[in-house]
């Protein structure tokens, strides 16, 4: 395989482009002996002359021509790496991976995309669905460039392999069954509900809150049903199986019917979503303008916030 330099071929198209190894020498700041040399070591390298005689000047050859045709496929690719490049450099444009766990997908990723589409269209988010813990993995593992997960699953502030940063506060709401006799509760306190037989996951940071929220509100929960998927948590309760802790960003509307969803505005339990990259990478364009979509698309939903 032939080891090409560039600098042959630049010489090679501004022959073609000025008629003349003088104009072409003065066109790339060379001496006109300078250029014939460099013309004489590519003719060696292809092993055919790329330039004859003809009158008093010279002209191409039809090797020069052959090759010639292919180095312009060369100049305008690295044409395009380099206008790709100035992009990535300025934030623009570039490939950033991203590791979520689900909730925040629809209701934060999603929405980051869709205002990068508008502000920053050479920027392609590639979305990768993780449990919480796991999303911080993938991050260590150069997996992903951007983390977003929670905050009680995420490194110390004192890890130096992470920069975390916060991004939204996602109020956490109680699911019952629609007909359950405090449904319609205005104020509902949530140790109302210590004798309900409780839904939430056997293991993980889930578990964590909701026993968490329960006892600062003074009790703890028993445990009827273990489930960590959604979809699985929220047709349990549609079922009359039981209540469940809930965060806003999960709730589907689709199960409006079904399911009361209600604030506890009283206990105002909460978990946080934070973002994370790895450290030293916190000030990469092309991160912190993804960062700041995600910030952006977090202040755009109300739902997701205290004040």
Same mark, same amino acid.
């Given at each position: 395989?032939?080891?090409?330099d560039l600098r042959?071929?630049?010489?090679l198209?501004?022959?073609h482009? @000025?008629g003349?190894v003088?104009?072409?020498?003065?066109?790339? /700041?060379? @001496?006109p002996?300078?250029?014939?040399?460099?013309? *004489?070591?590519l003719s060696?390298?292809?092993?055919?002359?790329v +330039?004859?005689?003809?009158?008093?000047?010279?002209?191409?050859t039809?090797?020069?021509?052959?090759?010639?045709r292919h180095?312009?496929?060369?100049?305008?690719?690295?044409?395009r790496?380099g206008?790709?490049?100035?992009?990535?450099? /300025?934030?623009?444009a570039?490939?950033v991976?991203?590791?979520? +766990?689900a909730?925040?997908?629809s209701?934060?990723?999603?929405?980051?995309?869709e205002?990068?589409r508008t502000s920053?269209?050479? +920027?392609?988010?590639?979305? /990768?669905?993780?449990e919480?813990?796991?999303?911080?993995?993938?991050?260590a593992a150069g997996e992903?460039?951007l983390?977003v997960?929670?905050?009680?699953?995420?490194?110390? *502030?004192?890890?130096?392999?992470?920069v975390?940063? %916060?991004?939204l506060?996602d109020p956490l709401?109680?699911?019952?069954?629609?007909g359950?006799?405090?449904?319609? &509760?205005p104020g509902?306190?949530?140790?109302?509900?210590?004798?309900?037989?409780w +839904?939430?996951?056997?293991?993980?940071?889930?578990r964590?809150i909701?026993?968490?929220a329960?006892?600062?509100?003074?009790?703890? %929960?028993e445990?009827?049903?273990?489930?960590?998927?959604?979809?699985?948590?929220?047709?349990?309760?549609a079922a009359?199986m039981g209540i469940?802790?809930?965060?806003?960003?999960a709730?589907?509307?689709g199960l409006?019917s079904s399911v009361?969803v209600? %604030?506890?505005d009283?206990? /105002?339990p909460r978990?946080?979503i934070?973002?994370a990259v790895r450290?030293g990478a916190?000030?990469a364009?092309?991160?912190?303008? @993804?960062m700041a979509a995600?910030?952006?698309?977090a202040?755009l939903d109300p739902? &997701?916030k205290f004040?």
């Open positions: 395989m032939k080891e090409w042959k071929l630049q010489i198209r501004a022959l482009d @000025t003349t003088t104009a072409a020498a003065a066109a790339l /700041r060379m @001496t002996s300078a250029v014939s040399q460099q013309l *004489a070591a060696k390298q292809i092993g055919a002359p +330039i004859e005689a003809r009158g008093r000047g010279v002209r191409l039809g090797a020069a021509h052959v090759l010639l180095a312009e496929v060369v100049f305008a690719q690295l044409e790496a206008a790709e490049l100035d992009g990535y450099a /300025r934030g623009d570039g490939l991976r991203i590791g979520t +766990i909730t925040a997908i209701r934060l990723v999603v929405p980051a995309v205002l990068l920053a269209p050479g +920027i392609t988010l590639s979305v /990768r669905e993780a919480a813990a796991e999303v911080y993995e993938d991050l992903v460039d983390a997960s929670l905050a009680v699953d995420a490194p110390s *502030a004192r890890d130096p392999r992470f975390v940063s %916060p991004l506060t709401d109680v699911a019952l069954p629609a359950h006799p405090l449904a319609g &509760v509902l306190r949530l140790a109302r509900l210590a004798e309900e037989p +839904i939430f996951g056997s293991r993980g940071p889930w964590e909701t026993l968490a329960c006892a600062d509100a003074g009790f703890v %929960p445990q009827a049903h273990a489930a960590a998927d959604w979809p699985a948590i929220f047709s349990l309760v009359g469940a802790l809930v965060p806003r960003m709730f589907s509307g409006r009361a209600r %604030p506890l009283a206990d /105002r978990r946080r934070v973002g450290g916190e000030d364009p092309l991160l912190r303008r @993804t995600l910030r952006q698309a202040e739902t &997701v004040n």
